[in-house]
C-alpha cells in the first residue's frame, strides 16, 4: 500500500505541501519541537521500565519476609 509512496515524483510533492501548509520559517521549530517530544516520550519510556523493574524487586523481597510469620504459633507465643 505504502511501498510506491516513496518513489519518483511523490516525496518532492509531499515536501511542497508540507512547506506550503506550514511555511518554511516555521519548519525548523516544528522539528526542533518534534524532536523535544521524541526525547520526553524515550525518557518516559525508560523511567517507566526502571520503576517497573524496582517494583518486582520489591514485590520479591517483601515475598521473602512472609515465610517468617508462618513459622510461629497461633497463641502467640514464640517457638524455640
Known amino acids: 500500500m505504502l511501498r510506491g509512496l516513496f518513489e519518483g515524483p511523490a516525496p518532492w510533492i509531499i515536501l511542497a505541501v508540507v512547506i506550503l501548509l506550514f511555511g518554511a520559517t516555521r519548519l525548523p521549530a516544528l522539528a526542533r519541537s518534534l524532536g523535544q517530544s521524541a526525547k520526553i516520550f524515550r525518557t518516559e519510556v525508560k523511567d517507566a521500565k526502571d520503576e517497573k523493574a ?7 523481597a517483601s515475598a521473602g519476609t512472609t515465610t517468617s510469620e508462618a513459622t510461629t504459633p497461633a497463641d502467640g507465643t514464640s517457638a524455640k
Open 54 to 60: 524496582a517494583e518486582s524487586k520489591a514485590d520479591d
